[in-house]
């Protein structure tokens, strides 16, 4: 699960406005990766990414109005990319989908794009000379989430945050111009403590799923059982535990958050505004009570306009 994949895909009338059969087709969800075809334009292409991108408004919308407007197109689409990866994951559980999606991701980078959203990709990593890697590291993840196997400690957990989180704070790095390892450590340390809180948000959720987010050894540390937390038990315990993992989440996104003073404003608002909102759902988690079970701690829009007007004044709540 990356952390700008939860959302849905584009309905019908989005896919319709792209023309002809291969609209139809570049549903990637309901078959394999559509054929080759020359009747989809680049601006089209990116029209189609800002609607799955603006299709789910909880994580994606508010930061994208905050991002400058000629970005916006190339993160859509960077956006896109995930949200299909994550959909051939989650909701086909299909290595063979996510092999074909990185085959469409070679032709991309070799100049012959097919699928909409690949061709977005191609105009993006031309204009700013963006690796392969990253796209490929999200894909790693996804796959790790078809075979999944639960995790013994933090440092498997945090490895696999490599793949799911951290490539798209590189990749809007690239976006900005900044390619040093400075900047791009900084920038893991927002999205793997992004990626925690949102594992510890949705633990209710990724339990329906067969699968356990939390380290094995932190739950035994704890005396907190599978079985426990399949119960839905909100336990001392389990408060305990739940209270070690957020402030391990919180630590990270607040060392991160330095990052903000290393790069341009057009950026800054952007880390404050990711670093802040896994903040706050750290903060909504605690205000629950840590019962993850029964509610899950999300923000309203309210809050996420909140958190807007914070990155626009440079601000940031712990």
């Known amino acids: 699960m990356s952390v700008v994949a939860e959302g849905i895909v584009p309905g019908p009338s989005t896919r319709d406005s ?12 309901n078959g394999s990766v559509p054929s080759p075809s020359s009747s989809v334009t680049v601006a089209q292409a990116y029209e189609y990414c800002t609607h799955v991108a603006r299709s789910h408004y909880e994580n994606f919308t508010i930061a994208s109005w905050l991002m400058p407007r000629r970005m916006r197109p190339h993160m859509h689409a960077i ?15 299909s290595i063979e989908r996510l092999d074909e999606w990185e085959h469409e991701l070679d032709l991309a980078y070799a100049g012959r794009p097919r699928h909409p959203v690949m061709i977005a990709i191609a105009d993006t990593v031309r204009r700013y000379d963006i690796p392969r890697e990253p796209f490929a590291d999200l894909l790693r993840a996804f796959r790790r989430d078809v075979d999944f196997k639960d995790f013994d400690t933090i440092e498997d957990l945090l490895e696999y945050a490599r793949y799911s989180a951290n490539p798209v704070g590189r990749l809007v790095l690239y976006l900005f111009g900044y390619r040093d390892a400075q900047r791009q450590q900084l920038a893991d340390s927002v999205c793997s403590g992004l990626q925690l809180a949102n594992f510890w948000q949705d633990i209710a959720i990724d339990l329906a799923k067969g ?9 035994e540390r704890f005396g907190v059982t599978p079985q426990a937390l399949r119960d839905g038990q909100v336990s001392p315990a389990f408060v305990g535990l ?22 341009d404003h057009r950026l800054r608002r952007d880390v404050l505004m990711f670093a802040g909102g896994g903040l706050a759902i750290l903060r909504e ?17 309210w809050q996420y306009f909140i958190l807007g007007l914070r990155a626009l004044r440079g601000r940031l709540e712990a």
């Open 242 to 263: 739940m209270k070690y993992e957020t402030a391990r989440a919180r630590e990270m996104l607040m060392s991160g958050q330095a990052l903000s003073r290393m790069v």
């Open 211 to 219: 699968r356990i987010y939390i380290p094995r050894r932190d739950m």
């Open 79 to 93: 956006y896109a990319y995930a949200r299909m990866a994550d959909d051939f994951a989650d909701e086909q559980g």
């Open 285 to 301: 988690i605690d205000r629950v009570g840590y019962d993850v079970f029964r509610c899950r701690p999300k923000l309203t829009p």
């Open 18 to 29: 792209l023309g002809g059969s291969y609209a139809r087709s570049a549903d990637a969800t």
